[in-house]
């Protein structure tokens, strides 16, 4: 049963970490380095924290960006 439940844990959180760089294609970044694209997470981290309406604007941003899968 434990065994399952690892196995599981695992498939989930592969295919969460499929899903993310999926983000990173679709984002058009797919052959930046590593570095850059950690540098850049950690900005966008810093610079939503607290601030709602800066949250707001990026999140309009991708919503836009998954809008456009039909095309």
Excluded: H, P, W
């Excluded at 599981?8 to 984002?27: F, H, Y």
């Amino acid at each position: 049963m434990a065994r399952t439940m690892t196995s599981d844990a695992r498939k989930k959180d592969t295919r969460e970490k499929i899903e993310l760089g999926g983000l990173i294609v679709k984002a058009g970044m797919r052959y930046e380095k590593r570095a850059l694209l950690l540098g850049a997470l950690i900005d966008v981290a810093q610079r939503i924290d607290g601030d709602e309406s800066e949250r707001s604007r990026l999140t309009a941003i991708g919503v836009e960006a998954f809008g456009n899968d039909d095309q």
